[in-house]
């Protein structure tokens, strides 16, 4: 559901962090947001109501290029984690260009990553989208940890239609843009079969 700014000639995208709960969509954000140039991204927001909290802020990455002469401008969102908020999580879907899925490396979290995947699934059915065929990739997070499970058995349970999948550690940084271009690529290139 791109939105085109014909005044600014800017095509807008939605790009939206996945996962369980503490598994670094936030992390992923937050990194993005403070090694952006301050002139080409907006402010980071957080609509936090009691229990549960979502942060998107929106920016210009220049070395993307652009679509028809359009500059490319992307919103960035996190979902809350916890299944519990899954109205939040439908809404914040509403309109999305290409999700990121973030796994929890931990071997005591994949079956939260199952259940978010599968949740995942049936919130973009619910909205209109197939994650078969909307930009989609996966990040396997938190890899500097001592108790993760292997990438091969992290790829087998998660992976759903051989998305591009990114290893990382975003505390540190690592894997973060990577991941971040990874998807926006899938998102250019679907904007400019269609345009």
Avoid: W
């Avoid at 503490?22 to 993005?32: A, M, V």
């Avoid at 999700?99 to 079956?111: K, W």
């Avoid at 995942?120 to 001592?146: A, C, H, M």
């Amino acid at each position: 559901m791109t939105f085109i700014n014909y005044a600014s000639r800017e095509i807008n995208c939605k790009i939206v962090y996945y996962g369980p709960g503490l598994c670094g969509k936030t992390t992923n954000l937050q990194y993005i947001y403070d090694k952006t140039n301050p002139q080409a991204k907006g402010k980071l927001i957080s609509l936090a109501t009691e229990t549960d909290r979502t942060l998107f802020f929106d920016f210009l990455p220049l070395e993307l290029g652009t679509v028809r002469g359009f500059k490319t401008r992307f919103h960035l969102y996190t979902v809350p984690g916890q299944v519990f908020y899954d109205a939040s999580r439908k809404l914040i879907l509403k309109g999305v260009d290409g999700v990121i899925f973030v796994a929890d490396s931990q071997n005591e979290r994949m079956d939260a990553n199952l259940e978010s995947v599968d949740n995942l699934q049936v919130n973009l059915k619910s909205q209109g989208y197939d994650l078969t065929t909307i930009p989609y990739v996966l990040q396997l997070n938190k890899r500097d940890l001592p108790n993760v499970a292997p990438v091969e058995e992290m790829r087998r349970m998660l992976v759903k239609k051989s998305e591009p999948v990114f290893e990382a550690v975003a505390s540190k940084g690592t894997g973060v843009f990577e991941t971040l271009k990874g998807v926006a690529k899938l998102v250019l290139s679907e904007l400019t079969r269609t345009a």
